[in-house]
């Protein structure tokens, strides 16, 4: 398998993160399992000090918007919270939701890679946000982005708290 090579890009940045279910199995429409994933996220930007600036869990993959004051974190902390979800994702959800993780052995919650767009702009930041508002509505789940529990939209649209605390502050471009 080829591993992407990244560019040695350092200091303060905001990026737009998209990891992807193996298979596409929707694991997060289980409430155990997606609460698992939101409260791993946490934990791992509270561990890097990475804040969430916005965010959907959808059934079979996440997108997020975090700011790194240093971007070259974002390989580990990628790895680390796929690491920790997928164990504990592992331990506590049913085999019956989980059973098409397992190849060969080995269960694989998260596609290997993931895919990230460094912003550079206060429209791309917008552009990104907005999609992630509306990632539940375009795939029918709900009507109004507000609706959906695992989202940011609450934070931004109606200044009401979700399960992840949002910055909405963070300052990339100075």
């Not at 975090?66 to 506590?92: N, R």
């Amino acid at each position: 398998m080829v591993i992407r090579k990244r560019l040695p890009i350092e200091g303060k940045a905001l990026v737009f993160v998209t990891a992807t279910v193996t298979d596409w199995i929707p694991v997060f429409g289980n409430h155990t399992a997606a609460e698992i994933a939101i409260d791993e996220l946490s934990k791992a930007t509270d561990y890097f000090s990475v804040a969430v600036v916005g965010y959907v869990l959808m059934p079979s993959h996440m997108h997020f918007l975090l700011g790194f004051s240093q971007i070259g974190q974002l390989s580990k902390f990628m790895q680390s919270f796929k690491i920790l979800s997928s164990k504990a994702v592992k331990q506590s959800v049913n085999s019956v939701i989980i059973g098409g993780l397992w190849h060969d052995g080995t269960f694989n919650l998260w596609k290997p890679r993931f895919d990230d767009l460094i912003i550079v702009s206060e429209e791309q930041f917008r552009t990104k946000l907005n999609y992630i508002h509306n990632n539940p509505v375009k795939a029918g789940l709900v009507s109004d982005p507000c609706e959906w529990p695992n989202s940011s939209a609450s934070d931004w649209l109606k200044d009401r708290k979700g399960p992840l605390r949002v910055d909405k502050n963070f300052r990339w471009m100075e």
